[in-house]
């Protein structure tokens, strides 16, 4: 069973990467014409709905109530929603002023973050092979520092709002969806707030005047549920170290999208530091493999 728990919680995981890297990054990059804070308004408000229909179609609502009463999970909720609402606000930010490659190279240390938490608080197994692939990483993302042209200030943040969330929502028993759920409801105060100013400064493109962004706007919604829960799932059934060697994937796809379809430049430094965490994310899932 332990086995069977792994192995989908790595395909939960993967999926949730791979959405991230690839189709997360270019929708938010298509819709950010709409500015930072209005798309990340949209996505709280949104996602805020889309999992209240979702707890009412699967009638979650004993679940919800469960969680909603005990203070320490709840507590531990509404410090994650802040957490993921300024992790997706710095994200946006990112890729609204073109700096994906800045916030690639905080998805890329998150996983370091993400093994010593999980080393740290739940005694996950730290071998030599998963130590030298730490080492190696580690390595590869200080060399990727020096070789940037500006301190990459918007990754560190990514970073450390992502690994923080993971390691809170890890530390609690609640269901993916309706933890979701709950942080979203935190959220949404401060979405309706915003949202009121934006519509009283005329700032809005969420108009119906322009149906395409209304469509596109609330796919914020759904483009923000799907890979969380699928990544959060994989979190709960892999572990912090597995699922966050997993998810090299995103960074790894949101540079290649930003060199095959941004045009983004890939300097030789840069594929230099690609290789090098490529080689320790295989030295860590072949021990995985070999020892599970």
């Known amino acids: ?30 819709i950010s ?22 707890t009412i179609y699967f009638k979650k609502w004993p679940h919800f109530k469960k969680i909603f009463f005990n203070k320490k999970n709840l507590f531990i909720l509404f410090i994650t929603s802040i957490l993921i609402l300024a992790n997706w606000t710095t994200w946006i930010y990112a890729v609204s002023t073109n700096r994906i490659i800045d916030a690639s190279y905080g998805y890329f240390i998150f996983p370091i973050l993400n093994v010593f938490l999980g080393f740290l608080f739940f005694k996950e197994t730290m071998n030599k092979k998963r130590m030298i692939s730490i080492i190696i990483v580690i390595l590869s993302s200080i ?6 042209e500006s301190f990459p200030w918007v990754g560190i943040f990514v970073a450390i709002f992502w690994s923080v969330y993971n390691l809170l929502r890890k530390k609690i028993d609640v269901d993916t969806d309706i933890g979701l759920f709950i942080e979203s409801l935190f959220a949404l105060p401060l979405a309706l707030v915003f949202l009121y100013f934006i519509f009283q400064n005329n700032f ?7 149906p395409l962004s209304i469509f596109l706007l609330f796919l914020a919604g759904p483009m923000t549920v799907i890979p969380l829960f699928f990544y959060i799932k994989g979190l709960e059934k892999s572990g912090l170290g597995t699922s966050g060697m997993i998810f090299f994937i995103t960074p ?19 594929l230099i530091s690609f290789i090098f965490i490529w ?9 995985l493999y070999e020892n599970n």
């Open 252 to 270: 790894t796809s949101q540079f290649l999208l930003g060199y095959l379809y941004f045009n983004e430049p890939f300097s030789p430094e840069k």
């Open 204 to 210: 809005n493109n969420f108009s119906t005047n322009e």
């Open 1 to 30: 069973m332990e086995n069977k728990n792994l192995k989908n919680g790595i395909y939960y995981a993967t999926i949730g990467s791979l959405w991230w890297g690839f189709l997360g990054t270019y929708f938010f990059q298509y």
């Open 33 to 54: 014409y709409a500015g930072t804070v209005e798309v990340v308004v949209h996505r709280s408000l949104w996602t805020c709905v889309i999992l209240f229909l979702t």
């Open 143 to 148: 060399f990727l520092l020096f070789n940037f």
């Open 279 to 287: 080689i320790a994310v295989f030295i860590y899932m072949r021990d």
